[in-house]
């Protein structure tokens, strides 16, 4: 079936450093969105990308969707403690009505 | 405006139990998701509801899950003969899957504890 996978599933950073989780399905994507899971909390919408090949930032925080609208990245530039949490993607299918299929998350852990 | 609401928060039942937990969505919203989440693990998908069209059921672990919507809006999520296993966190989410963005917009969730 469709799946959509996600790397790393964890990952421990020293505060400023950098940190990226990607992401990849098994087919093509209609768009791909961002969650952010704070511990205790549910999953927020960052933000969602429909273009092949778009690239769209929010402070610190840079995604990209890959040409082939079959892979996207986020990546944190110089991660702060309230970085802190998990960020899932999330692919949209347009096969028999839209669906949206979530990848496993990378669970970010921040250092200070 | 008023976003997805959840209840209860919390549930403890005991083996054996059925339980019901409820997910008030978006007014207006067209699509209702159900997850499951246990402790520091992903989203498990469960069932799908989209408008009037038959809801996508692949996600249900076992015929002790059951779900409806009623009316296109309320949504309850029902689990028979509860199991240990069947502890976690269950999440409603709602979208207006509009033309554009089909954000998902999630509700606090229902803590299940089955003792």
């Known amino acids: 079936g469709q799946q959509v996978m996600q790397i790393p599933q964890y990952q421990h950073v020293q505060e400023g450093e950098d940190f990226t989780t990607y992401c990849n399905s098994s087919?093509?994507?209609?768009?791909i969105q961002w969650y952010k899971q704070r511990p205790g909390g549910h999953p927020v919408f960052l933000i969602q990308?429909?273009?092949?090949?778009e690239v769209k930032k929010q402070k610190r925080l840079t995604f990209q969707f890959g040409e082939a609208k079959k892979n996207s990245s986020l990546h944190i530039t110089a991660t702060q403690t309230t970085d802190v949490g998990t960020y899932f993607c999330?692919?949209?299918?347009?096969?028999?009505?839209?669906?949206?299929?979530f990848g496993a998350g990378t669970r970010l852990f921040v250092k200070a | 405006g008023a976003g997805v609401s959840q209840s209860p928060s919390n549930k403890v039942t005991e083996k054996g139990k059925d339980v019901e937990l409820r997910c008030d969505p978006i007014?207006?919203?067209?699509?209702l998701y159900w997850y499951r989440q246990s402790l520091g693990q992903g989203l498990e998908f469960l069932i799908y509801?989209?408008?009037?069209?038959?809801?996508?059921k692949s996600g249900l672990p076992s015929d002790r899950f059951s779900a409806e919507r009623t009316g296109g809006s309320v949504s309850t999520l029902t689990i028979q003969r509860t199991q240990q296993e069947d502890s976690a966190v269950y999440l409603c989410?709602?979208?207006?899957?509009?033309?554009?963005?089909?954000?998902?917009?999630f509700g606090p969730g229902t803590r299940l504890t089955v003792l």
């Open positions: 989410a709602s979208s207006s899957v509009s033309g554009y963005s089909n954000e998902q917009f």
């Open positions: 087919t093509t994507l209609s768009n």
């Open positions: 990308l429909v273009k092949s090949g």
């Open positions: 999330a692919g949209d299918t347009n096969t028999g009505g839209f669906k949206t299929i």
């Open positions: 007014s207006g919203h067209t699509a």
């Open positions: 509801f989209q408008g009037n069209s038959a809801p996508d």
